[in-house]
């Protein structure tokens, strides 16, 4: 089969394909267009429920005001009692209509959970209204927190057809769902913002202490309170830009955490010593539900910035429709065409040098890059890939080179040149950051710093090379008896330093004492056969609080300063002092 046959073959499976993709991105953009069609429903949904809710948990208020009223109920009160319902039965009424308006929705779980809202709701309302009509001393708390757990416990009914329809808005807009998922924690602070104000109305209807079972209710309350708080402030992140959500975030948290939430927390402290509240539950209604007003404030702030980025989604996403569509009826047009150019001058050859120019990335230096045909721009690609490949095989050379340089540079600067231990600069580097992890984490961490005793009579009585041999067989000597975790490093001179993590003061002083004794056995061989015997006084001093390394080490060369006043080849501790008597 030829080469222009075999290409036009390829140019034409090529052309299906395409037609299949633009085919399919068409379908997908059409498809994502509809579905965002109905995100803006969808959340008009969502606002209907969200409405809903609030006017069910905002109708507990009056209701806790009306039982705890005295035997004569003030009309004023009556009324608002009155107006809430009135708001509760309309605003689901709304939500109903709308869920029976979408065919989708008709039969739908919420559908099922909004109409046992309203039927539990007459119920409820009669344990209210049947409290209030008591005498105030024959209002029991059995029948107080009957009445107001029967309308506490028609919220997580109403929770999930908030969740339902939340997912609905995020299965219509996917770039929604951060936004949804603020909005619902928001709708929850203000739930659960009411209902721990609700569980105070039986106490202070009866003047009673807070009994153990109310008073984990509220901690538990408490701790979603707060856990929502914390996740609002985090999930409003990205609306930092925005000055009317810092307003708004800022507002909750003077008008409810600032005031209402510390108004709760001063009748907890209240509840939980004695029953003298001072409150009625028409204060509590008074001085607390206004304060939740700002959650509400938030919850339709974020509603509507979701509405508008719903409509922007569908308008960019038919924008982006009719573009797909153009382009795609362009691009066959021109596709056939394309081919035919590209093909006899640049496909061919280009696959190649695509191949070339792989091979060199994956590091395959030894293939063999052709002579270039033509005096056109591929031929000039070809040549620079000889170059390229040439200038690679430099590259890595000096990488290389580079490399060893480096290894043996940072060696040398971190290792004292006699003994091959660290240098008194790398201990200091790396103990500083041992000392940082012991205080962060509360570990124990020592250092003993030790010298060779009467060094100087050494090097006089048998020259400075044995003096060296010293040096070298004493660190090897101190080097095979500690852990691989424990710190090496010539000091100075004839003087060490070792830094033992995890190690208190009496471990460290075992440690020193361990290589005092060893040292003591130990006979060092220099040249012609000489054998010495030497000894070493230690210092031991550990980590106290927040102490600098500079202070540890003056304590510890403390400590070796008396062991060498006291007679030397002994182990001494350091105390706080940081001078020597």
Not at 91 to 105: N, T, V, Y
Not at 174 to 196: F, K, N, T
Not at 405 to 434: E, K, M, P
Not at 452 to 464: A, E, L, M, P, V
Request: net charge neutral; with cysteine.
């Amino acid at each position: 089969m030829s080469l222009n046959r075999l290409f036009r073959l390829i140019s034409a499976a090529l052309l299906a394909l395409f037609l299949a993709f633009a085919v399919a991105l068409v379908w997908t953009e059409w498809n994502t267009y509809r579905s965002g069609a109905n995100s803006v429903p969808a959340l008009r949904k969502l606002r209907l429920a969200l409405l809903a809710m609030e006017k069910i948990s905002a109708e507990r208020g009056p209701a806790n005001a009306v039982m705890g009223a005295g035997a004569s109920l003030p009309p004023e009160l009556q009324a608002r009692l009155a107006n809430a319902r009135a708001q509760s039965d309309a605003a689901l009424s709304q939500l109903r209509a709308a869920l029976e308006a979408d065919a989708r929705l008709r039969q739908s779980w919420a559908m099922d959970k909004v109409r046992l809202v309203q039927q539990g709701l007459g119920p409820a309302r009669a344990n209210v209204d049947r409290v209030a009509r008591l005498a105030p001393q024959d209002r029991s708390d059995v029948l107080v927190v009957s009445a107001v757990s029967s309308m506490v416990d028609l919220m997580p009914l109403m929770v999930r057809v908030v969740s339902d329809l939340s997912n609905e808005a995020d299965r219509a807009d996917p770039l929604l769902r951060d936004g949804l998922s603020a909005v619902r924690a928001v709708a929850s602070l203000r739930e659960y913002a009411g209902q721990v104000g609700s569980r105070f109305v039986a106490p202070l209807i009866a003047h009673r202490q807070l009994t153990q079972d109310e008073v984990i209710e509220i901690g538990r309350l408490y701790g979603r309170i707060e856990l929502l708080r914390s996740f609002i402030a985090g999930q409003l992140g990205s609306y930092s830009r925005a000055p009317e959500f810092a307003a708004a975030l800022e507002r909750v948290e003077k008008e409810y955490f600032d005031s209402g939430f510390q108004f709760l927390d001063f009748l907890l402290q209240i509840g939980l010593k004695s029953g003298d509240f001072g409150v009625t539950p028409s204060d509590l209604f008074k001085f607390y539900v206004p304060s939740m007003a700002s959650v509400t404030d938030l919850r339709d702030l974020l509603l509507d910035d979701l509405l508008e980025q719903a409509e922007r989604h569908n308008t960019r996403a038919r924008n982006l429709l009719i573009l797909v569509v153009s382009l795609t009826l362009m691009a066959c047009l021109f596709f056939q065409m394309l081919v035919v150019l590209i093909g006899r001058r640049v496909v061919r050859p280009l696959v190649q040098a695509t191949d070339l120019v792989s091979g060199l990335v994956d590091g395959k230096l030894e293939q063999e890059i052709p002579e270039a045909r033509h005096q056109d721009e591929i031929g000039a690609m070809m040549r620079a890939l000889r170059v390229l490949k040439q200038r690679m095989r430099e590259r890595n050379s000096l990488a290389k080179e580079r490399e060893a340089l480096i290894t043996q540079l940072q060696t040398s600067s971190n290792t004292d040149f006699l003994t091959g231990v660290l240098n008194r600069r790398a201990f200091y580097t790396h103990a500083d950051q041992q000392l940082g992890v012991a205080q962060r984490y509360g570990r124990a961490v020592s250092v003993v710093l030790f010298d060779i005793d009467h060094f100087k009579r050494i090097n006089d009585s048998y020259g400075h090379q044995a003096g060296d041999a010293i040096l070298i067989g004493v660190s090897q000597c101190v080097a095979q008896l500690l852990r691989k975790v424990d710190v090496l490093a010539r000091y100075g001179g004839e003087e060490f330093i070792i830094l033992l993590p995890e190690s208190d003061l009496a471990q460290a002083a075992a440690v020193a004492d361990k290589l005092r004794a060893a040292l003591e056995e130990r006979v060092f061989e220099t040249e012609g056969d000489r054998r010495i015997n030497v000894t070493a006084s230690f210092g031991v001093a550990t980590l106290a609080g927040g102490e600098a390394l500079d202070k540890l080490t003056k304590r510890a060369d403390i400590a070796l300063y008396r062991a060498k006043r006291l007679g030397r080849n002994r182990v001494e501790l350091a105390g706080d002092e940081l001078e020597e008597p």
